[in-house]
């Protein structure tokens, strides 16, 4: 088992790494982590290559990712929440994923081949709320075949109590973990 992790955050020891080490712990299998703001992907410049050309003109360190996506077997997208999204690093590695709805819309293929199954870890501690994030998450999700996509685990109170602590969220790192590797959700 093969699972591909979008790590949002900047903070190497912040809430969203805790949960992502916890992740870990529960999984078995091979697994690639793409931390946003380590890895020097460009976002997307439009360029429109991909409109007529399998792949994408940037050479960066998404070629790496988007060979993974084509062979994992689950993804995750992890993401502190800044104004009610996930983070702007974040957003430009994943507008690299522009190829695939490309390779859809306008060539008419099937850029990842293989279904796969998806969760969405977010953690936040403003006014704000999920469902922006999670819709945008999904939408990446579903442009990278994800079919079968694990319900939210989120911690939204990271202002006073840190996510590792929060055991509905714990509870839900547990179930993506038995869901990613097929055991039944206890």
């Known amino acids: 088992m093969k699972t591909l992790i979008f790590n949002g955050s900047p903070r190497k020891c912040g809430d969203t790494v805790s949960l992502i080490e916890k992740l870990l712990e529960e999984l078995s299998g091979e697994y690639l982590i ?4 380590d890895e020097g992907i460009s976002p997307c410049v439009d360029c429109r ?7 994408c003109s940037i050479k960066d360190g998404m070629q790496k990712v ?4 084509q062979e994992c077997d689950n993804i ?3 993401s502190p929440i800044y104004f009610s999204e996930l983070t702007g690093k974040l957003l430009d ?8 709805f490309c390779a859809r819309t306008f060539r008419g293929e099937t850029p990842v ?3 796969k199954k ?4 977010l953690v936040g501690g403003g006014d704000g709320n999920m469902d922006k994030a999670f819709d945008t998450a999904c939408t ?5 075949n994800c079919r079968d996509i694990h319900e939210l685990i989120s911690c939204h109170n990271t202002n006073s109590q840190p996510a590792i602590e929060d055991e509905t969220v714990l509870r839900g790192i547990r179930d993506v973990a038995r869901n990613f590797s097929g055991q039944a959700i206890l």
Do not use: F, T
């Open 140 to 144: 990446l999700l579903h442009h990278m």
């Open 76 to 78: 995750v997208i992890a």
């Open 113 to 115: 081949a293989k279904h």
């Open 34 to 37: 793409v931390n946003a703001y």
């Open 93 to 100: 590695v994943s507008s690299r994923l522009q190829r695939y």
């Open 66 to 69: 988007y060979d993974y996506i």
């Open 49 to 55: 290559y991909c409109w007529e050309h399998d792949g």
């Open 118 to 121: 998806g969760a969405v870890i």
